[in-house]
Structures are given as C-alpha cells and as structure tokens.
T-cell receptor
Framework: GAGVSQTPSNKVTEKGKYVELRCDPISGHTALYWYRQSLGQGPEFLIYFQGTGAADDSGLPNDRFFAVRPEGSVSTLKIQRTERGDSAVYLC????????????????FGQGTRLTVV | SQKIEQNSEALNIQEGKTATLTCNYTNYSPAYLQWYRQDPGRGPVFLLLIRENEKEKRKERLKVTFDTTLKQSLFHITASQPADSATYLCARGEAAGNKLTFGGGTRVLVKP
C-alpha cells in the first residue's frame, strides 16, 4: 500500500499476556518510529529505527517493551506481561530520513493499534 | 527534558474566522517545529515544518510562526471551514536525534 499500515487495528488482551503489534512502513523508508498515545494526550516517543538497528530506544518505559525490525522494513513492537496501564493507541510512523541528511523530514503515521488490557 | 505545551482547551470558532493556536516550548530552542493534524481514530498527518532560523511559513490557508524570544510558535488557519475541525499537534525536533516531542494537542471546532 501507499501508506503506513498497522495491524491489528484493535487488540484486547488480558493482564499478564504477551502481545505483538505490527507495522508496515512506506516502501523505501529507512526510518521507523513507534509512539504511544493515551486519550487526550499527544504521541509519546518510544523507539526509533534506522534500517535494522534501534538508533534510539530511550522512550521504552521498561524492559517489558521490546521492538525489532530484522530486515529493515516491517517492525514488531512486543509487550510482555501486559498491564492495564499499557492500554493506549500505539502509533507507528516512517520517514525518508537517512540519519545523515536533514532530520526534519515529515513523518507518515499509520492509524494506530488500539491496545486494551483488561 | 524538553517540553511542548499547547492549550488543552478546545477552540470553538465561527466559519470564516481565523483560528490561532499556541505552542510553547521550554529550555533551548528546537532545531525545528512540526505541526500535525489528527482526526479521531486516525494517525497524525503532517501539515507544516518551520526551522529555528525561519520566522514564518505558509501553506495555502495555513501559517506558522516561530519566535525564539518568546519560545513560542503560533499556528493560524485563515478562512476556517468546518472541515478544519480536528486536533492540531505541535512537535519539536532537535539538531541531534530523530525523535519528535509532541504537545498534548489543541482541539479545534469550526462551526458553520
């Protein structure tokens, strides 16, 4: 597709379970970002990939959160032992930023995965 | 940490008027600011970018300013239309690193 695709669009899980959220970025975009957005707030940075490597994971809240991007395209955000406080919309974005040139290139966001932990 | 503050109160405005949104930042000036529009249930959509050395940028009915003295950016929607109703997000980016720090957004409601 032409845009950033995230699956599933909605995920309900029980407290303590493991979840995986998937992101398909725009083809050719080497930069990929994960953000988390709670109701009524702006997106909060989690992690940034440049190619296959996590260039900045300073936003991951704790070691229950992990993300991978093994082939430099699709990324998976993994959350272990989910807690009710993890409930939020998880947004993925990609951009054409290479990490060497201009850093202010626009980010293209997916529509997010709404995670509800019950 | 660097913060971005936006007015959390919704802005109600009459169609045809100019909507003005405020984005204030703390500490040092960001290398750039980006403005995004977000509709309910959707991801943010990029609107405008303004860099630290720029005073003003325009795109169609949109205008953004960057005042490093006041540590503030203003976002204007001129000749507002009901279709402009959405939440508008301000985000700061730094010279080093690629992450954006977002404000909480301001909801705009344009009444016909």
């Amino acid at each position: 597709g032409a845009g950033v695709s995230q699956t599933p669009s909605n995920k309900v899980t029980e407290k303590g379970k493991y979840v995986e959220l998937r992101c398909d970025p725009i083809s050719g975009h080497t930069a990929l970002y994960w953000y988390r957005q709670s109701l009524g707030q702006g997106p909060e940075f989690l992690i940034y990939f440049q190619g296959t490597g996590a260039a900045d994971d300073s936003g991951l809240p704790n070691d229950r959160f992990f993300a991978v991007r093994p082939e430099g395209s699709v990324s998976t955000l993994k959350i272990q032992r989910t807690e009710r406080g993890d409930s939020a919309v998880y947004l993925c974005a990609s951009s054409s930023s290479t990490g060497y040139g201009p850093r202010d290139t626009e980010a293209f966001f997916g529509q997010g995965t709404r995670l509800t932990v019950v | 940490s660097q913060k971005i503050e936006q007015n959390s109160e919704a802005l109600n405005i009459q169609e045809g008027k100019t909507a003005t949104l405020t984005c204030n930042y703390t500490n040092y000036s960001p290398a750039y600011l980006q403005w995004y529009r977000q509709d309910p249930g959707r991801g943010p959509v990029f609107l405008l970018l303004i860099r630290e050395n720029e005073k003003e940028k325009r795109k169609e009915r949109l205008k953004v300013t960057f005042d490093t003295t006041l540590k503030q950016s203003l976002f204007h929607i001129t000749a507002s239309q009901p279709a402009d109703s959405a939440t508008y997000l301000c985000a700061r980016g730094e010279a080093a690193g690629n992450k954006l720090t977002f404000g909480g957004g301001t909801r705009v409601l344009v009444k016909p």
